[in-house]
Nanobody, 125 residues
Framework: QVQLVESGGGLVHPGGSLRLSCTAS????????MGWFRQAPGKEREFVAA????????RYTDAVKGRFTISGDNAKNMMFLQMNSLKPEDTSVYYC??????????????????WGQGTQVTVSS
């Protein structure tokens, strides 16, 4: 089992930046990939970005391309999401998640085995 803890959320003005962190503990050596999802009030949880540890391959949802950057340090069991040029529509609870099985879609929420508790990001003037 992998335990995940997010940090770095908060309130920011439109156009501002935040950096989210995710710290993993437990059976982290078995992680195939990790990702970020978000969920706004009244909406379904949606994919934001993911990274595959073996290749460093990253994937983003179109809404954040060019503004968000996912990165990680597998040796330290940490993952980050640098969010720039934030917009009010980015307001959500952001969740860190981990995939154990290889060969699955890292964009698909059902591929993920472990989840953090989430961190609130609010973009407002």
């Amino acid at each position: 089992q992998v335990q995940l803890v997010e940090s770095g959320g908060g309130l920011v003005h439109p156009g501002g930046s935040l950096r989210l962190s995710c710290t993993a503990s437990g059976r982290t050596f078995s992680n195939y990939a990790m990702g970020w999802f978000r969920q706004a009030p009244g909406k379904e949880r949606e994919f934001v970005a993911a990274i595959m540890w073996s290749s460093g391959y990253t994937r983003y949802t179109d809404a954040v391309k060019g503004r968000f950057t996912i990165s990680g340090d597998n040796a330290k069991n940490m993952m980050f999401l640098q969010m720039n040029s934030l917009k009010p529509e980015d307001t959500s609870v952001y969740y860190c998640a981990a995939v154990r099985r290889s060969g699955v879609s890292i964009r698909d929420i059902s591929s993920y085995d472990s989840w953090g508790q989430g961190t609130q990001v609010t973009v407002s003037s």
